[in-house]
């Protein structure tokens, strides 16, 4: 199981993936041409240390993204909400800008059908 | 023929007097051609406190035309691509987001009956039908959720306004715009 990290391109996010730690975080823009495409490695990541039985820590710290990078982020969450009710060790931070209503407003609705640890968490 | 043809600048800068003409393309929107027009919308609405919302929905527009538009261009790459024409316009009053490429004839009325069941839902009702929508299963068709139209309707002021123009049995043009108001 191999750590990752993704550099940021204008329409993409950057992504790290730390094995060690269990630590994934998603931060800036995400409007790739193919976002399932696109996120792949995350969901490999994510099974390969599943599979190792490891606690994940899932960073979101997005400005932006669009409705197919939506559905991606929704199928991320439904992955840690299974591992979680398998009794995987699951942490969610969702990060927003303190003025940022609509990106705050949309970490609401993603966790509102999740029963695992999801803080929100704003910053400046 | 194209040759001989005096383009009439003038003629196009007083029927666009009216109102600001921020974007205009017509071709085969590539991604990165998609990128660049989104950067223009963020150095042109820089100080406009719906600029979010406002290249939200051009990149859900442009992104339905590159993905869905029934007609497509091939590069040197050998990437496909839609053709089609959007435009971003602004006046004293708001902004228009607009798309405009060919659909298939047979797209019509899934195309018209979505429209017009969220044109005719609250705030509250579009949310809760993007979270249903977004929670199942992706589209057959789909890059993405299902939820484009929504979003748009979400984030944009007033109805979405839509027509199709039949071109023959098989094809129509088909134009959406979303609209903003200004708030001052």
Known sequence: MESLHIQQTKTSPEIILESDKGLAEIIGESYPENAMAFYKPVFDWLAAIQTASKQIQFRFQMDYFNTSSSKVIMDILDNLQKYHDKGGKVEVEWLYKEDDEDMQETGEEFSSDLSLPFKMKSYK | ?184
């Open chain 2, 1 to 184: 023929m194209m040759e001989n043809e005096v383009v009439n600048l003038f003629k196009t800068y007083q029927e666009t007097s009216e109102y600001n003409l921020l974007v205009s393309f017509k071709g085969r929107l590539s991604q990165e051609v998609l990128t660049e027009l989104g950067s223009m919308i963020r150095t042109s609405l820089s100080t406009e406190s719906k600029i979010k919302k406002i290249f939200a929905v051009f990149i859900e527009l442009a992104q339905n035309m590159l993905h869905y538009s029934a007609e497509r261009k091939i590069n040197e790459e050998q990437k496909d691509a839609g053709v089609g024409i959007l435009i971003v316009r602004e006046n004293s009053v708001g902004y228009h987001v607009a798309s405009g490429n060919l659909v298939l004839n047979e797209k019509i009325e899934f195309l018209t009956e979505r429209i017009q069941k969220i044109n005719s839902m609250s705030k509250d009702e579009l949310k809760s039908f993007y979270q249903q929508q977004l929670r199942s299963e992706r589209p057959e068709d789909s890059k993405g959720a299902g939820v484009g139209l929504i979003d748009i309707a979400r984030k944009s002021d007033g109805p979405l306004v839509f027509r199709f123009d039949k071109l023959d049995g098989k094809l129509s043009f088909f134009t959406i715009s979303a609209f903003f108001t200004k708030e001052n």
